[in-house]
Structure formats: C-alpha cells, structure tokens
C-alpha cells in the first residue's frame, strides 16, 4: 500500500463572486459611523473624565457617567466646565449674576461657588458630551 | 540666499508636567519624578531645582531634603507621558509640517524664509495653543542653524521674562549671549571635547565661534566644524524627518528586589526577549545576534559579578519564542549559584531588514513563514486589547522581579477604569 492522497492545491480567491444579482446598495455604501467622529472634535485636546456625586443631576449628569472634556475650547458664560478650585477638580457651570462669577450646580441640595479674587480658579476643561449607561 | 529658520520646542520639566496635568494638588509645590525602579531623579520642578537637587540624583542620598521641603516623590508612568507626547507632538505638527521628534519632549520646526516677519508671533501662537490644549507648558528657541535654535530654547527657559519663547535671528547681540552660554551647554558637545576645549582656554560659545577653521579642522575634526559653522549661523546638521530603525535593541531592567534562583532570572529574561522582540518586528526587523547579560548588586556587599554572554543566530529571526529559548541557554552559561542579581538585560544586535534576509538553501525566510504569521497576530492582539494579553508562559506570572513603583499616577489617558475622577 503506502499510497497517498495526491492533494490538490486550490487558489484562495479573497474576495467573493455572488452567484445571484449584485446587491444594489453597493454603488451607495458609505463608511460605517465611528461615535469619535460625532463627539470627538479636537483628539490631541479632548479627555475623558468620570463623574462621581449628582450635583448636576439636572444638567443630565449623574453620577458614574462618563464625560468628553475639551481643553481646547473657551470656557464661556453657561458652559460646564471642570474646573480647579483651589487644588480640587469641581463639575460645575460658569454663570454670571450681578457681575460676580459662579460655578453653578445644576442641583438645589448644593451651593455655587463664588470664584473671588486672590482664589485658586483655573478653568481645566469644557465639557461637551455626557455618555450614559441606561441598562 | 535661501535663508533657514529652525525652531526647537522643549517641554518644561515634561514628566512632572505631564503629572500636574491630572493632578492640581501639585502646582506650586517642589515635585520629582523618579526612574525605572524609583532609584534616580530623572525630572524635577523648579521648585526642585531651585533647592539644588541634580538630575540624576540617587534618591537614598536626598531622603532628608525630601522630609525636610515635603517633596512630592512620584514613580514614573511612562503611558502617560508616551500620549501626552504624542497629543503634543501631534499639535505641532498641525502648526509646522516641517517636524523632527526628536524625543520624548523635544521637537525641531523648520519654517521657510517667508515666514519671517511673524516668525516671534508665531512660536508664541504655537506655546499658547500646546499650554491650552494639553496643559503641558513648553519652551521655543529660534535660530538660523539648530545649535542656535538649541541655544535660544536654553536663554527662553532661563530667563522669565521672555515667557517661554525667544528669537536669536537678527539681534545684535548675538555675542554677547554667546558669551553667557558655556561650551558644555552647546549640542554635541561631550565631555572629551569639554576637556580638550578647556584646555586650550575655550571657555564659552563665544569662544568656539570665532576659533580658526584650520586649527578646528585639525583637533576637532568634521565633527567640530560642523559645530563651528552652525554657531555662525551656517545650518549643516539637517532635518530628519523619517525615524531611522536603531541598530541594536536593548532591554534591561534593575530589580525591584535582588533576585538568586535561575528560575527568577530566566523569567525576567524572556520578559525582557518578549518586550524586545516586540520592538524589534515594529520596526520590521530581524536580528542576527542576541546577547544575555546579568550583574550583581553594586551597592552591596558580597562578589562582584558581571557577565555576558552571546550568541549568533544562523537564521535571522523575529519570533519571540525562538529568541527566548536561545537566550535561556544563553543564561545558563553565565549563572552562577549564590550570587544575588541586581540588573539583567539583552540586546538584540545585528539588525537587518525583513525583507532582505539572505536565503540559501538550508535556511527559509522568515518572512512570510508560519512563525511571522503567529507573531503577527500576537502583536495585533496586544494592541487591541492591551499590553500583555498573551504573553510566553516562561515569563511567569508573578514577577518577582517586577520594578518597584510605589507611587506611580494613574492611566488617565489610556485605561478606562484609570480616568480621572471629578467630583460633582
């Protein structure tokens, strides 16, 4: 005996032949939708931060969400921002009442904070989207 | 002429800033970050600086200053500063096309002549948007040639004033900057051509621009005079903007703890093969000679040991478990039983290109061969889904010779669970 199999080689074809209609989508396919795109605008500038505590529940930012932080973007009147408050990262909105500063809470159980002179405030980021786990 | 402009963009004090960034509890207070290992400092705030603190400085001999100032001491995280790198790197680019990293915190531009008249706006645009965008301050200097582009960046991060930025190009008083700069402080200037400078009473860079050409071409040689020419202004070391693949490849770690067994020894060394390996196919290598080495504890009493030990691969290779089981016979040779190891390393050398392995007929290409393939998909798994996620068993699992990092930040950048948390 001592016989073998001959093996046939085949050629692997990479890309598929469809035996039926080609699909008529495929003159019209786009590229799938990457969520960096939408939320993303500045890569080198934008971090991620997670929130802990509800002092902006009312905002839409609850405690655990993740938010899209922009430090390239200025941190104008009603804007929430991270900010540096005196060696400490607070999430709070910029408001502006009787020409003094705040940082807001979006919150009634907590009290704004009124940035004063000579205070350690430093503006660390603009927040500019909230992802939220709803299961 | 066609006149050229280089700019050098240096990061202030790159490794603590990169920690300030995510961590606001340490501005204004003295900060240092610490080696591989904790052992030396390899960046220091200047607050740190301030108090005299040199670079390099082994940490046992600085304990007392380190109580008595209540400096912060911090492991280093060298994933954090790798992507604040590259966030930063990226922003220049978008800013200069013309870059060459040059590394992990510096960087050379080089703008056209036209750009000129705005070039001192410009680097302060530059220094704005990278302060803004990623919190990590830098420092322009700006000169016909690199050397004085290098020389410039030195006069913007001494003197405060300047806030950050300065333009050597056109000012009268060039000399007389020159004349504060210390030839030590001049690029490519080591300390063999120090001594030998000095000796013959060359003091500043003042004093090496107006040498004669025949007497630097005679004792320094081209590479002198290429120094020479570029302080006055002539540019002869160019841009590179492609990053070259490095000849040999070196991995090698201290110890958290000095290590005895030859069962901890040969784990750390196929660690080191598995990392090196890795660096090596992503600059699409081969290696042609792998070499072992391990050294005892200097600091301690007891033998002094030091051996390596190497062997020549007659088939160039890539592929980590075979590097591994060579290197393993490697170490056998050299360990010795009673020793306590401090250090061990390899070095892969003899690098060649992928593609232009030499076949003949006892020897197949690695290229396109099961064994590339199998490496191949290691490494793109290791990059989805992190660092490690397959590893050879051989490595072990847990690291008795790990590094010592005791206070090492977070992952803010990188690891999902590591982001930074913000109270609300």
Redesign the interface.
């Known amino acids: 005996m001592g016989r073998k199999k001959k093996k046939i080689k085949l050629p692997l074809y990479s890309s598929k032949v469809s035996a039926g209609f080609p699909s008529p989508a495929d003159d019209f396919i786009d590229k799938t939708l990457d969520l960096n795109d939408l939320v993303i605008k500045?890569?080198?500038?934008t971090?991620?931060?997670?929130?802990?505590?509800?002092?902006?529940i009312n905002a839409g930012?609850k405690?655990g969400d993740?938010?899209v932080v922009d430090?390239?973007l200025e941190p104008v009147e009603g804007k929430i921002v991270?900010a540096?408050v005196e060696?400490?990262?607070?999430?709070k909105r910029i408001r502006k009442k009787n020409g003094k500063l705040y940082l807001f809470p979006e919150n009634s159980d907590f009290n704004p904070i009124e940035i004063k002179e000579g205070m350690e405030c430093?503006i660390?980021g603009v927040v500019t989207y909230v992802i939220h786990k709803t299961i | 002429m066609n006149k050229r402009i280089f700019a050098l963009v240096d990061c202030d004090n790159f490794y603590v800033s990169c920690e300030r960034v995510f961590n606001p509890k340490l501005k204004g207070k003295p900060v240092v970050v610490l080696s591989n290992n904790d052992g030396c400092v390899i960046s220091r705030s200047n607050e740190v600086k301030e108090l005299g603190i040199p670079m390099g400085a082994p940490m046992f001999k600085y304990e007392d200053m380190i109580k008595k100032y209540k400096i912060e001491v911090l492991s280093s995280n060298f994933t954090l500063y790798g992507d604040m790198s590259r966030r930063v790197m990226e922003i220049l680019k978008s800013m200069c096309p013309d870059i060459e990293i040059y590394s992990i915190d510096e960087a050379f531009l080089s703008f056209d002549y036209f750009t000129l008249h705005n070039i001192d706006d410009y680097i302060k645009k530059i220094r704005e948007k990278v302060l803004k965008w990623t919190g990590i301050p830098i420092s322009i200097g700006v000169g016909e040639t690199k050397s004085l582009a290098k020389i410039a960046t030195k006069l913007a991060k001494k003197r405060k004033e300047l806030n950050g930025t300065f333009n050597i190009i056109g000012r009268s008083d060039v000399d007389e900057i020159l004349k504060k700069i210390e030839i030590r402080d001049i690029w490519g200037i080591g300390s063999r051509f120090e001594e030998f400078l000095k000796k013959n009473e060359v003091y500043t860079a003042y004093d090496y621009k107006y040498l004669p050409f025949d007497w630097v071409k005679k004792h320094l040689k081209t590479v002198g005079l290429r120094i020479l020419l570029e302080l006055n202004g002539i540019p002869c070391i160019e841009m590179e903007f492609i990053e070259k693949p490095r000849k040999t490849i070196c991995t090698s770690r201290s110890f958290g703890k000095d290590l005895e067994d030859f069962k901890d020894l040969k784990e750390a060394i196929s660690t080191f093969i598995t990392i090196s390996s890795e660096k090596l196919r992503k600059q699409k290598s081969l290696a042609k000679i792998l070499s072992v080495f391990v050294m005892s504890n200097p600091f301690k009493e007891g033998e002094r040991y030091y051996k390596m030990s190497t062997v020549y691969l007659e088939k160039p290779t890539a592929n980590t478990s075979e590097l591994i089981e060579r290197g393993v016979e490697e170490l056998r040779k050299i360990y010795k039983k009673g020793i306590l190891y401090k250090k061990a390393g390899v070095v892969l050398s003899g690098l060649i290109d992928e593609n232009e392995q030499q076949l003949s007929f006892f020897i197949s290409s690695y290229k396109g061969s099961k064994e590339e393939n199998l490496m191949k998909t290691i490494d793109l798994i290791n990059k989805k889904i992190g660092r490690d996620s397959i590893f050879p068993g051989i490595n072990g699992i847990e690291k008795p010779y790990k590094m010592r990092q005791l206070k090492r930040s977070k992952n803010y950048t990188t690891r999902w669970e590591e982001i930074l948390i913000v109270k609300s």
């Open positions: 500045h890569p080198q500038a971090f991620f931060v997670r929130v802990s505590g509800n002092s902006m930012i405690d993740i938010l430090k390239s991270i540096n060696g400490e990262f607070v999430l430093e660390w």
